[in-house]
């Protein structure tokens, strides 16, 4: 089954920190890249961050190089979007969806959850 849901989104002060995760089923993470997507009001979707099947291999936006890091627990059937040092430009609503090549392109990935809404504010 190819369903994925998504938490951990909610409000932070500028400088704060969230970790979004995202649970999926035992056979989407053993054979799939799993990336982590955002939409913000008006504005495309980006692609932020993803990671292959094995999880040796990542990439990201360089809007958050050095400030998420994404990772996975195959023992948890999640992947995890570590943000620090968030900025009021990171709100959106954020998504994880499967593709089969380890990139940040939107067009490469074919199924999608609901979305998380993250909010940086003071």
């Known amino acids: 089954q190819l369903q994925l849901v998504e938490s951990g989104g909610g409000l932070v002060q500028p400088g704060g920190s969230l970790r979004l995760s995202c649970a999926a089923s035992?056979?989407?993470?053993?054979?799939?890249?799993i990336g982590w997507f955002r939409q913000a009001p008006g504005k495309e979707r980006e692609g932020v961050a993803c990671i292959s099947s094995s999880g040796g291999s990542t990439n990201y936006a360089d809007s958050v190089k050095g400030r998420f890091t994404i990772s996975r627990d195959n023992a948890k059937n999640t992947v995890y979007l570590q943000m620090s040092s968030l900025k009021p430009e990171d709100t959106a609503v954020y998504y994880c969806?499967?593709?089969?090549?380890?990139?940040?392109?939107?067009?490469?990935?074919?199924?999608w959850g609901q979305g998380t809404q993250v909010t940086v504010s003071s």
């Open positions: 969806a499967v593709g089969v090549v380890t990139t940040t392109l939107a067009s490469d990935y074919h199924y």
């Open positions: 035992k056979y989407i993470l053993d054979y799939y890249t």
